[in-house]
């Protein structure tokens, strides 16, 4: 007699089902795990290759801005202002006043900023400094105060714009460095050189 295969197979069981679900759980976790390490690894692959032009790049910009320090033969220009960026004139500055310039085309460099003063209604009194106070850095006010001192705003240090920048109060160690400028035919404000020390705290 013969036996119907079909109907001696059993339904499967719940063990059997379980099993079978954990099993496609499991190859379901294995497949997104490498699928999430797929995408780890290429964004870790994009980022490395990001970085090394990253590197190269930001290492000459910094070389760039270290060779832009102000020198003989720059045009002093307003730093801020209604004229920023146009060249001083010195018939532009009353005596017994100041004001803030950085040498034309070198503005990205903030050790660059220069407190021109023009201590009387002689052209050749015009002095030039540092802008960068000596003491943590900080900008000093582009206007003199009442007495007639350079001050910096952070820490209260003031200098003497009419004595070589000399200190006449706070805690700045040092005078501002000075920068020798020259006034020409035109009013024209222009450096000679560089500073005359390191600017900023030492």
Same mark, same amino acid.
């Given at each position: 007699?013969?036996?119907?295969?079909?109907?001696?197979?059993?339904?499967?069981?719940?063990?059997?089902?379980?099993?079978?679900? @954990?099993?496609?759980? %499991?190859?379901?976790?294995?497949? &997104?795990?490498?699928? /999430?390490? $797929?995408?780890?690894?290429? =964004?870790? #692959?994009?980022?490395?290759?990001?970085?090394?032009?990253?590197?190269?790049?930001?290492?000459?910009?910094?070389?760039?801005?270290?060779?832009?320090?102000?020198?003989?033969?720059?045009?002093?220009?307003?730093?801020?202002?209604?004229?920023?960026?146009?060249?001083?004139?010195?018939?532009?500055?009353?005596?017994? @006043?100041?004001?803030? %310039?950085?040498?034309?085309?070198? &503005?990205?460099?903030? /050790?660059? $900023?220069?407190?021109?003063? =023009?201590? #009387?209604?002689?052209?050749?009194?015009?002095?030039?400094?540092?802008?960068?106070?000596?003491?943590?850095?900080?900008?000093?006010?582009?206007?003199?105060?009442?007495?007639?001192?350079?001050?910096?705003?952070?820490?209260?240090?003031?200098?003497?714009?009419?004595?070589?920048?000399?200190?006449?109060?706070?805690?700045?160690?040092?005078?501002?460095?000075?920068?020798?400028?020259?006034?020409?035919?035109?009013?024209?404000?222009?450096?000679?050189?560089?500073?005359?020390?390191?600017?900023?705290?030492?």
């Amino acid at each position: 007699m013969q036996h119907d295969t079909a109907s001696n197979q059993l339904p499967p069981t719940r063990d059997d089902r379980d099993a079978s679900t @954990s099993r496609l759980d %499991a190859h379901t976790h294995a497949m &997104t795990t490498r699928r /999430n390490l $797929l995408r780890w690894t290429i =964004r870790v #692959s994009y980022g490395a290759f990001a970085l090394a032009f990253a590197i190269p790049a930001l290492a000459l910009r910094t070389l760039t801005q270290q060779t832009r320090e102000v020198a003989a033969g720059d045009v002093l220009v307003y730093a801020a202002g209604e004229r920023e960026g146009t060249p001083l004139n010195v018939e532009q500055i009353p005596a017994g @006043s100041a004001v803030q %310039a950085f040498p034309q085309d070198k &503005t990205e460099d903030s /050790n660059n $900023l220069i407190e021109i003063v =023009r201590l #009387s209604e002689d052209a050749s009194s015009v002095v030039a400094y540092s802008a960068i106070c000596t003491h943590l850095g900080c900008s000093v006010l582009p206007n003199l105060g009442e007495d007639g001192l350079i001050f910096c705003p952070c820490h209260a240090s003031a200098f003497d714009p009419a004595d070589n920048a000399a200190v006449r109060g706070g805690p700045a160690g040092r005078p501002l460095p000075s920068l020798p400028i020259e006034v020409g035919t035109d009013g024209a404000i222009v450096a000679r050189g560089g500073f005359s020390g390191e600017v900023g705290p030492d």
